[in-house]
């Protein structure tokens, strides 16, 4: 989705070396007045898996200044350390005279001479191909990370590889990006350069640079329109295993599903989803998930995932972070207007940023008739078992404004637990004090109207505005139980919905029996089926024997590193599906092909139990 901008690049051109004439002596002469930061990547001239990276600095009157790589970025709530990626930095002046650098931290360079200052040059190395954990916290998270693979793939976020001078974040940026001209740069930004093989970004500042991030690839991309939006869906698929054509389906119905739910909310005229598919077989991403940007989301998934279960995770994930349009994309604090990249101030509001995007990333999905009412229900169900892991007294605000942090940065990712159903309990509060016609996308549609991208609000005063917008209960719930330090007892709440606890069949998962698992691995990390226990109907149907060694399912390759990719899958057959486990069984190997069999357990849930609210709960769920 480049569009060109006839002209818009003499334009910049002109404007990037304007200059001013100076008398002297008897001779006019012009003096360069550079009034932005020009960036120059080289993807062709890649060294031992490194980027150069050329910044042609502004004009400084300093005698001194400081270059800074973010310590941390938005959406992320960890300090990363961005800088400790980059390697032999110099500065020079106009006439290539090498300037006196001072490394002052990981993240930070200080230039003597600053007045002097023409370019700055540094090598980038990925973070990819470093990655040692799927956990997150455990380094930098994939999705927020870069990958330099020399003509296969570059994923640019580019807080991996630009930086700002101090106090000159709001100067404009222009990046040039030269790249082979088999690979096709999607993004959000435009490109306003002709060229196959270079391409021309402007950003209004250093914010606006980083929040648009930029995947080459060969081209392997979709367009659709949805409502006026644009959008752009890429996909790296190492191996072609996944294209965007067959996964653009999926997407497409997410986001019209979304763009309906949301209604008016929403005004972003273009949206690229960048995915990028990781080999689990060489030193590749592991960290899955996805990052929200403003127009963008950048999302890492195995390659090895079956496309069902992958479309699957894409709208559980991708939905969560298209949903961040609304906040804190649209509605934020000035802790995140104005975000500090190397010693930033967090904000109080998570339970919003985070906990309401969550919830409206599962509420769209019933709301819309993706999933059935049960299958919401059980969703929340697992929140709360899954928040009682935390510290359910320590006070949301205070983890918040605290997250980078011990002990509250090992609390941080209850956010998507006790924070979507923080948002679930003022939904219902909303619905039940307006008889049904309001709810909390209201509220925010109120709060967008009110503040919006361009106006923060102050950190302090969002509850007052909260409450007035909605109900006194409202206020009081929120000092109770976000800043205050009181658990919440969810059936109080359901009940307002008519819901209680209940019996409810739950499909169980083909490779358990019983609830207890039927494999486990072996010393080479195969998957092996375990001995002694007593196997699931499914796989004594197909034939399975204990101690078969695993080798692949439905073709596909497994280990017991990949175990939770193969219970996604497995989780998800369909009755009768064709299914074939390729074995090794007394040294033999086996192809043993069947048909999916689903088997049921009964556990504990939530369920209608007061038909009198009905329509109460149909208004929560279906409106």
């Not at 190492?238 to 389906?249: E, F, Q």
């Not at 077989?281 to 929200?292: I, P, R, S, T, V």
């Amino acid at each position: 989705m480049h569009y060109n901008l006839i002209g818009m690049k003499k334009i910049v051109l002109s404007i990037a070396t304007a200059g001013l004439l100076i008398a002297c002596g008897s001779a006019p002469k012009t003096v360069e007045l550079r009034q932005q930061v020009a960036v120059n990547l080289d993807l062709i001239d890649v060294k031992e898996d490194k980027v150069k990276v050329t910044i042609t600095a502004p004009t400084l009157s300093e005698s001194e200044i400081v270059y800074h790589i973010p310590k941390i970025i938005p959406g992320t709530y960890s300090s990363d350390d961005y800088g400790k990626m980059v390697e032999n930095v110099k500065a020079f002046d106009a006439k290539g005279n090498e300037l006196q650098v001072i490394v002052v931290d990981k993240n930070s360079w200080q230039i003597k001479d600053a007045n002097r200052l023409k370019t700055l040059t540094y090598w980038v190395n990925d973070t990819y191909d470093n990655e040692k954990s799927m956990r997150f916290g455990e380094g930098i998270f994939s999705p927020a990370g870069t990958n330099i693979a020399a003509e296969r793939n570059f994923m640019i976020n580019q807080h991996g590889f630009i930086g700002y001078f101090e106090k000159k974040e709001a100067l404009n940026y222009i990046l040039s990006i030269k790249h082979p001209e088999t690979l096709y740069g999607a993004t959000a930004l435009v490109d306003t350069d002709e060229s196959k093989t270079n391409d021309i970004f402007i950003a209004s500042r250093y914010n606006e640079l980083v929040d648009n991030p930029i995947m080459y690839s060969k081209p392997d991309y979709t367009t659709f329109n949805v409502e006026g939006m644009d959008i752009l869906f890429s996909v790296y698929s190492p191996t072609g295993k996944h294209t965007a054509s067959a996964l653009s389906p999926d997407i497409e119905k997410m986001i019209r599903a979304q763009k309906k739910f949301l209604g008016p909310i929403n005004n972003n005229k273009k949206y690229a989803i960048l995915l990028y598919l990781s080999d689990m077989e060489a030193a590749d991403a592991k960290g899955f998930g996805a990052l929200e940007h403003n127009s963008s989301t950048t999302v890492v998934f195995p390659e090895l995932m079956g496309k069902e279960m992958l479309g699957k995770q894409l709208i559980d994930v991708v939905s969560h972070e298209f949903f961040h349009i609304v906040t804190p994309l649209g509605v934020h604090s000035k802790e995140i207007h104005d975000f500090d990249f190397n010693t930033p101030k967090m904000s109080q509001h998570l339970w919003m940023y985070e906990g309401i995007t969550e919830y409206f990333a599962n509420l769209f999905q019933v709301n819309q008739g993706l999933i059935s009412e049960e299958a919401f229900l059980n969703r929340m169900r697992e929140k709360i078992r899954n928040a009682k892991r935390y510290n359910d007294t320590m006070p949301f605000t205070e983890m918040s404004q605290n997250v980078l942090t011990p002990p509250y940065k090992d609390q941080y990712t209850n956010v998507y637990e006790k924070g979507a159903l923080i948002g679930m309990c003022l939904d219902i509060l909303i619905r039940e004090k307006s008889n049904g016609e309001r709810g909390v996308l209201d509220l925010m549609q109120k709060l967008t109207q009110e503040f919006g991208p361009s106006r923060p609000f102050n950190d302090v005063e969002l509850f007052d505005r909260v409450t007035a917008l909605t109900y006194p209960e409202i206020g009081e719930f929120l000092r109770t139980h976000v800043s205050g330090n009181t658990p919440i007892d969810y059936s109080i709440y359901f009940a307002k919905m008519g819901i209680g606890k209940g019996k409810i069949k739950k499909v169980a998962n083909p490779l358990f029996n019983n609830n207890s698992p039927c494999i486990t691995s072996n010393s080479d990390k195969q998957l092996l089926v375990r001995k002694g226990i007593e196997l699931s109907p499914f796989m004594k149907s197909l034939g399975l024997k204990e101690e078969d060694i695993i080798l692949s399912i439905n073709n596909t390759p497994y280990s017991i590193e990949t175990i939770s990719a193969v219970m996604d899958t497995v989780q998800n057959w369909k009755d009768n599906e064709s299914v074939t486990f390729t074995v090794k069984r007394n040294g033999n190997e086996l192809v043993l092909n069947g048909k999916a069999i689903q088997s049921y357990t009964e556990i504990e849930g939530f369920t209608t139990i007061d038909a009198t609210k009905s329509q109460l709960k149909e208004s929560w769920l279906k409106r």
